[in-house]
């Protein structure tokens, strides 16, 4: 059974860090790619990270993924956040083309 477990959420100045973790379970990990997205307020939901290599350009620079092949945990690296960086993130994978999400974590990015 493939499940996904986000943390590390939570309350953090403007210019703060966080570093959220998605823990993982029932697949390949290093087989099957982990993806960041997250869902403002309003609006729809957004891919962030994927691959390791494609970054949303509001987030360059500022944001970077990790993994723990010991641990099946993918993390997300949040520095210099902006108050527009407040959202609910999700992690997600795709495997034998069925999609598993996350139930996401709040990041509230305010002074």
């Known amino acids: 059974q493939v499940q996904l477990v986000e943390s590390g959420g939570g309350l953090v100045q403007p210019g703060g860090s966080l570093r959220l973790s998605c823990a993982t379970s029932g697949f390949a990990f290093s087989v099957y790619p982990v993806t960041w997205y997250r869902q403002a307020p309003g609006k729809a939901r957004e891919l962030v990270v994927s691959?390791?290599?494609f970054y949303v350009d509001s987030v360059k620079g500022r944001f970077n993924i990790s993994e723990d092949y010991g641990k099946n945990t993918v993390f997300l690296q949040m520095n210099s956040l902006k108050p527009e960086d407040t959202a609910v993130y999700y992690c997600?994978?795709?495997?034998?083309?069925?999609?598993?999400w996350g139930q996401g974590t709040q990041v509230t990015v305010s002074s």
């Open positions: 691959g390791g290599t």
């Open positions: 997600k994978v795709r495997v034998r083309g069925l999609e598993y």
